[in-house]
């Protein structure tokens, strides 16, 4: 990637306050490490098998952040060194991924991941689904449980369409989410709304998002494999 152009694409974005999350997912360990030497310290994948080569690989001081559908049975590989989970869609799987980080003594950052599109093939927590896993939690966590994973905000993806107000729509509806987890979570770092990619990041920010997780508009198309 071009040096200019990521300095570039840092200085469009940092009037917003926007965190960058560098979508690495296909992506060599020195076009990654081609960023990191540019400042960059945030990146998402989508695959535990490639994210865990990378990080063996590259610095130690880089914030992994999983954002691809995780197994539960994943979650043992990932507690030992990741920054955040963002794709979490289920209670199980918030209890598998505290009872690793217990394991590892750590504190793992969470985002729940919110259904907003159209598309029935996306994951995600619908609304009821969401005020049933608060609930749970919340009681479990007056009796000591849920002590090594954080509630750090919500993370969505809009439709895949070039509807502008449609997406405008559900962004809108997520930063609405966002602002009730908050709420629920009074004790936890609420702050990290996950929402908008290379193709409709600009909608994501007027939105509200404070975090964009971006990897074609930063390393170029990828390569499918």
């Known amino acids: 990637m071009d040096r200019n152009d990521f300095s ?21 360990v020195e076009e990654i490490q081609a960023l990191y030497d540019l400042g960059q310290r945030d990146f998402g994948e989508n695959y535990v098998q490639e994210l ?14 999983f954002i691809g559908h995780l197994q539960t049975n994943k979650v043992r590989f990932l507690a030992p060194f990741i920054y955040m989970i963002q794709s979490v869609d289920s209670l199980k799987l918030l209890l598998e991924i505290d009872k690793h980080a217990s394991k590892n003594q750590r504190i793992v950052r969470c985002l729940l991941q919110i259904f907003i599109a159209r ?8 609304e ?7 609930l749970i939690v919340n009681q479990n966590r007056q009796e000591g449980k849920f002590s090594h994973s954080q ?5 969505g993806m809009a439709s895949l369409t070039e509807n502008r107000t449609q997406i405008r729509e559900e962004f809108t509806r997520l930063r609405k ?13 609420v702050d990290t709304l996950s929402m908008g990619m290379s193709s409709d990041y600009p909608v994501a920010i007027e939105a509200g998002s404070t975090m964009i997780r971006i990897g074609t508009a930063i390393f170029g198309k990828r390569e499918e494999g």
């Open 8 to 28: 570039e694409f840092i200085e469009k974005i940092k009037p917003f306050g926007v965190q960058l999350l560098a979508v690495s997912k296909t992506k060599s």
């Open 52 to 65: 865990l080569e990378k990080q063996a690989q590259l610095p130690k001081d880089i914030r992994w952040h």
């Open 119 to 126: 598309e029935e093939s996306k994951f995600g927590l619908d």
């Open 128 to 134: 009821t689904e969401l005020d049933s896993l608060v």
């Open 151 to 155: 509630i750090s905000g919500c993370m």
């Open 177 to 189: 989410i966002f602002e009730k987890i908050k709420m629920s979570f009074p004790a936890d770092p």
